[in-house]
Every structure is written in C-alpha cells, then in structure tokens.
C-alpha cells in the first residue's frame, strides 16, 4: 500500500498547474465471462482518472470495482503513467501500471501491467482502437494474463466519447469482456 500511495502522490505533483494539458476522466461497466478454469459472470465498474501533459507523458489512478456471481467481490486501486503521442490522426498508448487487488477475503495483492494501443478517427465521429495488456503479480499465481480489446468509439461532442469495446483475454484464466465506457475531456 504505501508503494501505492508514492506512485500516486508522485502522479498528483506531477500534475500541477505548472505543467499545460488536460485531465481526462473515464466511467464504465462491463461484463466478464470467465471460462477457464471455471465459469463465472463478474460485473466489473470502473473509474479513471488520467493528467495528459502537453509533451504527451500520462499520470493518472483508476478504482475498479468487481462482483461475481460466485465468490466474494473485490477492489482494485492502480496507478498509472504513460506516454501518448498524435502520430497524424492517430494516438498512441504506452501505459505501466501499479496495483492493489483488495477483497473481504483473502490478503491484498500487488499486481502490474503494460497496456500499448493505439486509435484512429473512422469518419463521422467514430473512433476505431485496439489495445494489448501484459498483467501479472509475483505474488498471486494463476494471474497472469494477456488481454487483447477492440473498440469503437462514437464522439458525442469535441470532449465527449462513448466507446463499445470487447476484450478476449487468455493466461492464466480465460475470459472474455464486453464494456460500455464513457469519456469526457477536460
């Protein structure tokens, strides 16, 4: 926990006002149908909150709230920092993570992922991406997991995004997830 806390107090100082950019702040749900080793359906809620500094470098946290239909539910806190450059119409996404499994039954976890991705406008407001993420903990085995996502975004407005995207992921355990995410730039 308090590597956690320095990821993050270091993540806020670098966002002050000192340094241009915009804060852009993510909500979503999704559905995850777990079916290796066994079957299971987690509801997953999620919030993300990330600084873009004007030289592309990303600092931001992320709450993640899961609740299956068997077992107990959890939580998980991350930190997060990346680089995200407009490479014409395009962005690209290089982000590392930092995070803190937490649950009413067993012990916290520490856990860390790589997420590379990259978006592109499609025309009349759509936005097309696809993602790849690396997770995994020295801590916990049996979690280790690459998950592979595809989305598709609809801009609302010049700061406002809803974006469809489903995810197969593989590893350790298999599973696949559905989300409905909403963005907003500010």
Do not use: C
């Not at 079916?35 to 470098?57: C, H, I, S």
């Not at 039954?105 to 590379?116: A, C, E, I």
């Not at 690396?134 to 995004?161: A, H, I, Q």
């Amino acid at each position: 926990m308090k590597k956690l806390l320095a990821i993050a107090l270091l993540a806020l100082g670098l966002s002050s006002p000192a340094f241009a950019g915009n804060l852009i702040v993510g909500a979503g749900i999704a559905r995850e149908t777990v079916t290796e080793p066994v079957d299971v359906e987690v509801d997953l809620y999620q919030v993300k909150g990330v600084y873009r500094f004007d030289n592309a470098v990303t600092a931001g946290a992320v709450f993640q709230a899961a609740d299956p239909d068997l077992g107990p539910s959890e939580r998980r806190y991350e930190v997060t920092a990346g680089y995200n450059p407009k490479v014409g119409n395009a962005s690209v996404n290089v982000e590392v993570g930092y995070g803190l499994r937490n649950s009413d039954v067993m012990t916290d976890v520490d856990y860390y992922y790589v997420t590379v991705g990259a978006s592109h406008p499609l025309g009349n407001n759509f936005v097309g991406d696809l993602q790849y993420r690396y997770r995994d903990s020295n801590e916990l085995d049996k979690w280790r997991t690459d998950l592979y996502t595809v989305g598709l975004g609809y801009k609302v407005n010049p700061t406002t995004l809803v974006r469809g995207s489903y995810g197969q992921q593989y590893g350790d355990f298999e599973s696949n997830i559905v989300a409905l995410t909403v963005v907003k730039v500010f």
